[in-house]
């Protein structure tokens, strides 16, 4: 398991920030273009914002990167509860990047059809090679859901790398999701988790032995392989 652990929140954006430049110089040295899946919540502001800022900014070829959302809330475009809505403010406007080049959820239709849809645009994006994300971001929340895999949902049982709409009755709402073995084809994941709020999770997700991937969704994702890296502050691991 690859666990690293910072003193405090600066530290740890600060190194998962040069893991993203490092991810993507190789990814865009050896393929010409840098993938990257983006998060939701509010969790990964602070990194987006580096990112966007001097000295990082310039380590990455923006314009041979592509972005991408591990999940987003099937609400209207614009809505603020969106995961892309916070992206283009903290890191999409202040680099000018593309329209072209972000691969947001089309809510416009059904849930069912706004997964389709999705799915569609990133087999497109991928051609005829596999779907594998070179850089995916992942956050957890208080009840160890990743991305909008939540507990006590049909969409754990997902057996395909896809997308697809679940409605969570926890937040009332319905998600669109990558589902779990989509996520684990992804050629480096990062998990950014930070606050005493989220320690037990971290606790039942990565060394509980009790309980279940259902009631602890994160669990889904292969934390034995050394792609997945966890990125914690004290506070995170406190439970560890
Ligand atoms: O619902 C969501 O929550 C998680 C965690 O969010 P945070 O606000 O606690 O950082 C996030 O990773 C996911 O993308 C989002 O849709």
Redesign the pocket.
């Known amino acids: 398991m690859n666990i690293k652990i910072y003193d405090n929140t600066n530290d740890l954006i600060t190194a998962l920030a040069q893991a993203v430049c490092d991810v993507a110089k190789e990814a865009i040295a050896t393929r010409g273009q840098f993938n990257f899946v983006l998060?939701?919540?509010?969790?990964?502001r602070k990194l987006y914002k580096l990112l966007a800022s001097e000295p990082n900014k310039n380590q990455i070829d923006w314009e041979n990167t592509c972005f991408f959302?591990?999940?987003?809330?099937f609400v209207p475009k614009g809505n603020s509860q969106r995961?892309s809505l916070m992206a283009k403010k903290a890191l999409f406007d202040p680099l000018k990047i593309k329209n072209s080049h972000i691969f947001k959820v089309d809510t416009t239709g059904s849930p069912e059809e706004a997964a389709q849809k999705y799915a569609e645009s990133i087999a497109a994006h991928f051609q005829k090679t596999p779907v594998e994300f070179d850089f995916l971001l992942?956050?957890?929340?208080?009840n160890a859901?990743?991305?909008?895999l939540f507990p006590n949902t049909d969409v754990l049982d997902e057996t395909e790398a896809t997308i697809k709409s679940v409605f969570v009755k926890e937040?009332d709402m319905y998600?669109i999701t990558m589902t779990a073995p989509l996520i684990n084809q992804a050629k480096n994941i990062g998990f950014?988790?930070f606050g005493k709020d989220?320690s037990e999770a971290v606790f039942q997700i990565l060394e509980d032995k009790s309980g279940s991937v259902v009631q602890y969704p994160a669990r889904l994702i292969n934390s034995d392989d050394h792609k997945v890296v966890w990125y914690l502050d004290t506070a995170a691991a406190s439970r560890l």
């Open positions: 998060s939701g919540g509010s969790s990964p959302f591990g999940d987003e809330r995961n992942l956050g957890i929340g208080e859901h990743t991305a909008s937040v998600r950014l988790v989220k």
